[in-house]
């Protein structure tokens, strides 16, 4: 464990415990969260400071059913319910470095899920826009930030292949579901130089992909090997 490493974790457990006093701090989950970071992402290279940092701020235990948060910053996808899943940390900062996020960015995301990918996002740029398709989904999420404060989040309940063409277009839009096929509609909704990450095939090959706009056309690119749930339309 190099030097910067052990100072890290120091911090962190200076945070844990109030010095001086007989109570533990609210957050209990600092030092496992700080753990994800360094040896799920960073090992695995990932390596955007903000990214990073995001990340090692945001309660990712109090995005997963109460009944499973000991397992909540495990390298694991998670059941949240409705057939759906939170990603894996891992997955979630491979997409979010994929971006290529600028802090004024105005962010689409598809398929809002719990709001843990949603707030990282919130964390990075001015304004994330977010669809969930399942009712019960989409009010918790909104509930929860609100709660924690997510003050540039804008959530809707509706079929996430429709896009938000009122509020396009989009420096980034972020698929959290899988279609089939690229969804022709939401790279539409692009600006030019927008990216599209999105991961594309049915329930046995998917490739998570990055789709650029350009003048010229769309650019596309295959990244990773990856398995989501479906994305669904009314």
């Known amino acids: 464990m190099g030097k910067a490493t052990i100072i890290s974790f120091i911090i962190v457990l200076l945070a844990i415990f109030k010095i001086?006093?007989?109570?533990?701090?609210?957050?209990?989950?600092?030092?496992?969260?700080?753990?994800?970071?360094?040896?799920?992402?960073?090992?695995?290279?990932?390596?955007?400071?903000?990214?990073?940092?995001?990340?090692n701020k945001t309660p990712r235990h109090l995005f997963v059913p109460e009944n499973i948060r000991k397992y909540a910053y495990e390298d694991q996808p998670l059941d949240i319910g409705y057939g759906q899943t939170i990603s894996q940390p891992y997955i979630v900062a491979f997409m979010t470095e994929a971006a290529n996020l600028e802090p004024n960015a105005k962010v689409l995301e598809i398929g809002t899920g719990s709001g843990y990918q949603?707030?990282?996002l919130a964390g990075l740029c001015k304004e994330v826009y977010t669809i969930e398709f399942i009712k019960e989904l989409g009010t918790q999420a909104k509930k929860q930030f609100m709660e924690l404060g997510y003050n540039n989040v804008h959530t809707r309940i509706g079929d996430g292949y429709k896009g938000w063409p009122e509020a396009a277009p989009f420096d980034v839009i972020i698929a959290t579901a899988a279609p089939e096929e690229l969804p022709t509609e939401l790279i539409k909704q692009l600006k030019e130089s927008g990216r599209l990450i999105v991961p594309v095939g049915g329930t046995s090959s998917q490739n998570l992909m990055r789709i650029t706009r350009t003048k010229d056309g769309i650019k596309k690119e295959d990244l990773l090997s990856v398995r989501f749930?479906?994305?669904?339309?009314?």
Request: charged share 30%; glycine share 6%.
């Open 20 to 55: 001086g006093g007989n109570s533990m701090n609210k957050d209990n989950y600092a030092f496992e969260r700080l753990q994800m970071v360094e040896s799920q992402l960073k090992a695995r290279g990932i390596k955007d400071p903000k990214i990073l940092e995001v990340i």
């Open 118 to 120: 949603t707030a990282i």
């Open 229 to 234: 749930v479906p994305m669904v339309k009314e």
